[in-house]
T-cell receptor, first 111, second 112 residues
Framework: GEDVEQSLFLSVREGDSSVINCTYTDSSSTYLYWYKQEPGAGLQLLTYIFSNMDMKQDQRLTVLLNKKDKHLSLRIADTQTGDSAIYFCAESIIQGGKLIFGQGTELSVKP | SQTIHQWPATLVQPVGSPLSLECTVEGTSNPNLYWYRQAAGRGLQLLFYSIGIDQISSEVPQNLSASRPQDRQFILSSKKLLLSDSGFYLC???????????FGPGTRLTVL
């Protein structure tokens, strides 16, 4: 079945780059997504990538997709304290427009 | 622009009481609608999804039910709450490709 895995925690210093990794199992996924969740709030869509792309850049965010290894990463350049949150990776599956979410990576940014 | 509302924002209910959580979407037509529960362990569990009025699929058997009385309204209900129903309930919508889902602010439910 479908499964998405992420490491649970990442700690970085302010100004450094953060790289959050994700692996997925469904090779038929058409889109992959990154969401951000701040404490007590809903999930906010950060970016998504189509499965035939290798990379997508949006300001401080860079998404890399290795379809052969089913590996997705999110790089945040010049990480700020406001980037502290839980980041979820998700893949789309065909049935009903459902998304399969990872467990989330809690990013802690230290000044 | 599209917006999604959930209410109430927080709820404390005794075990055995009924539940009704409401989600409404504005600014779009015929969205796919979703209910998720996020327990303390952080992971998102898909409870129900709906691709249209009277088309609701349940993902996990439990004492919860969902209804879609209008195109942009999605209701999560229970006749008798259990302690294990405590959690953060999130509603989301999507339309077409690239099928990104947009989430509401969530309802924090505590069952005592």
């Amino acid at each position: 079945g479908e499964d998405v895995e992420q490491s649970l925690f990442l700690s970085v210093r302010e100004g450094d780059s953060s790289v959050i990794n994700c692996t997925y199992t469904d090779s038929s996924s058409t889109y992959l997504y990154w969401y951000k969740q701040e404490p007590g709030a809903g999930l906010q869509l950060l970016t998504y990538i189509f499965s035939n792309m290798d990379m997508k850049q949006d300001q401080r965010l860079t998404v890399l997709l290795n379809k052969k290894d089913k590996h997705l990463s999110l790089r945040i350049a010049d990480t700020q304290t406001g980037d502290s949150a839980i980041y979820f990776c998700a893949e789309s599956i065909i049935q009903g427009g459902k998304l399969i979410f990872g467990q989330g990576t809690e990013l802690s940014v230290k000044p | 622009s599209q917006t999604i509302h959930q209410w109430p924002a927080t709820l404390v209910q005794p075990v055995g009481s009924p539940l009704s959580l409401e989600c409404t979407v504005e600014g779009t037509s015929n969205p796919n609608l979703y209910w998720y529960r996020q327990a303390a362990g952080r992971g998102l569990q898909l409870l129900f999804y709906s691709i249209g009025i009277d088309q609701i699929s349940s993902e996990v058997p439990q004492n919860l039910s969902a209804s879609r009385p209008q195109d942009r309204q999605f209701i999560l209900s229970s006749k008798k709450l259990l302690l294990s129903d405590s959690g953060f309930y999130l509603c989301a919508w999507s339309v077409g490709q690239p099928n990104e889902q947009f989430f509401g602010p969530g309802t924090r439910l505590t069952v005592l």
